[in-house]
C-alpha cells in the first residue's frame, strides 16, 4: 500500500503539478473505477478541488466520449483520465488542450503496474527521452536492426521529435502514462525493409513465434508468424489499407516497465523500440476511425544518420 500511495501522489503532485488553487477532474471508465477512486480521495485529503467523473467504456470504433462532456471542462486546472481504451489520440482530449487543460491519460489496468512504472526516476526518464527526442528532430535517417532479423530504414526529415517524460507543467500540455519514450513519425513513402516482432502487439499479447512485417513505401505489404498473427491481421483488415501505414518510431526510456502484452506499458520498456501501424499518435492521421498498433522489438540497434543510439538495447545518449 505504501507503493501505491506514492504512485498516486507522483502522479497528482510531480507529474500533473497540482497547486493548492488547481481545479482538477478525475475520468474513468467502469473497469478502472476503483483506481480512480483511489485517486480522487488523496487528493481530497490534500484539499484538492476535485471531482470524479464516470464516462462509458470506449474502443477503436467508437474511441470519443460524449462532447457534452466539453461543456463541463471549461474552468477546470487540469484531467486525470483512467481510460481501458487509450483517449490520447482523441478529438476530445485534443479539445482540453485547445482549452488550455493539462491532461495527463493513462490506461493502466491494475495497482501493480502503477506501483511499478510510476516509483521510478522520474528525472532519468525526462532526461534520456529529451536527448532522443532531439536527436530524431535533427537527424535525417534511422536504420532499425535487431538479432532477430528486422533491418528497416527510413527517413525522418519531415517531422520532430516527441518526449514523452510524464510531466505536464504548462496549460495545454499532455502526457501519458506509463511515461519514458521518445517518439517520431517516419517519413512514410522512405520507409523500407522487414521488421521481426519479438517482443509484443498490445493488445494482442506477448510474441511467443516471431511475426515478420515486411515494409514497402511505408505500407505493411506481407505479414507472417503463428500464435497472435491472426487476430492481429483481421483487426487490420476491418480497417482497411490504411491501417497498414508505419505511422510511428519509438525507443523505451522507463526502467520500471516490462513487457505484460497487453498494455501500453510494453512500449515504454528501456532496452526496447516500437514502431505502429494506423494513425500518427498526434499528428492526426486518414483513418476515419482512429487505430494505432504498437509492435514492440527486443534489443534493437538504432542507428540516426551513422551514430549509433541504441547497441543490442543499450542506450549510448
Not at 28 to 50: M, P, S
Amino acid at each position: 500500500m505504501i507503493k501505491f500511495e506514492r504512485a498516486i501522489y507522483n502522479t497528482l503532485f510531480h507529474c500533473l503539478q497540482i497547486q493548492q488553487n488547481d481545479s482538477l477532474v478525475i475520468i474513468v471508465d467502469k473497469y478502472l473505477l476503483q483506481i480512480g477512486q483511489a485517486f480522487f480521495d488523496k487528493a481530497e485529503k490534500h484539499r484538492i478541488d476535485v471531482a470524479l467523473l464516470t464516462i462509458p467504456t470506449r474502443n477503436y470504433k467508437q474511441p470519443e466520449p460524449a462532447a457534452s462532456i466539453l461543456n463541463l471542462m471549461k474552468q477546470i486546472s487540469a484531467v486525470l483520465i483512467f481510460s481501458s481504451h487509450p483517449l490520447i489520440h482523441s478529438k476530445f482530449v485534443k479539445q482540453l488542450c485547445h482549452n488550455g487543460v493539462r491532461v495527463l491519460c493513462t490506461n493502466s489496468t491494475s495497482q501493480a503496474q502503477l506501483e511499478r512504472v510510476l516509483n521510478i526516476n522520474f528525472k532519468f526518464i525526462e532526461d534520456k527521452s529529451r536527448r532522443m527526442a532531439d536527436l530524431f528532430s535533427i537527424g535525417k535517417q534511422v536504420h532499425l536492426t535487431t538479432k532477430a532479423g528486422t533491418d528497416l530504414k527510413f527517413k525522418i526529415t519531415r517531422h520532430k521529435g516527441f518526449a514523452n517524460t510524464g510531466i505536464v507543467r504548462e496549460p495545454g500540455s499532455l502526457e501519458f502514462l506509463p511515461a519514458g519514450e521518445a517518439t517520431i513519425t517516419p517519413d512514410r513513402q522512405t520507409t523500407n525493409g522487414v521488421v521481426i516482432v519479438d517482443g509484443s502487439i498490445p493488445p494482442f499479447g506477448l510474441i511467443k513465434d516471431h511475426i515478420e512485417i515486411c515494409f514497402k513505401d511505408g505500407y505493411a505489404y506481407h505479414i507472417a508468424g503463428a500464435g497472435n498473427v491472426e487476430p492481429f491481421k483481421k483487426c487490420l483488415k476491418s480497417f482497411g489499407k490504411k491501417s497498414r501505414n508505419i505511422a510511428e518510431f519509438g525507443i523505451g526510456a522507463n526502467p520500471g516497465a516490462i513487457l505484460t502484452g497487453a498494455t501500453t506499458e510494453d512500449e515504454k520498456v528501456l532496452g526496447t523500440a516500437h514502431i505502429a501501424l494506423g494513425n500518427h499518435l498526434f499528428e492526426g492521421g486518414s483513418l476515419k476511425k482512429h487505430l494505432h498498433i504498437d509492435l514492440v522489438l527486443k534489443k534493437p540497434t538504432v542507428i540516426i544518420d551513422g551514430y549509433t543510439l541504441m547497441k543490442n538495447g543499450k542506450l549510448t545518449a
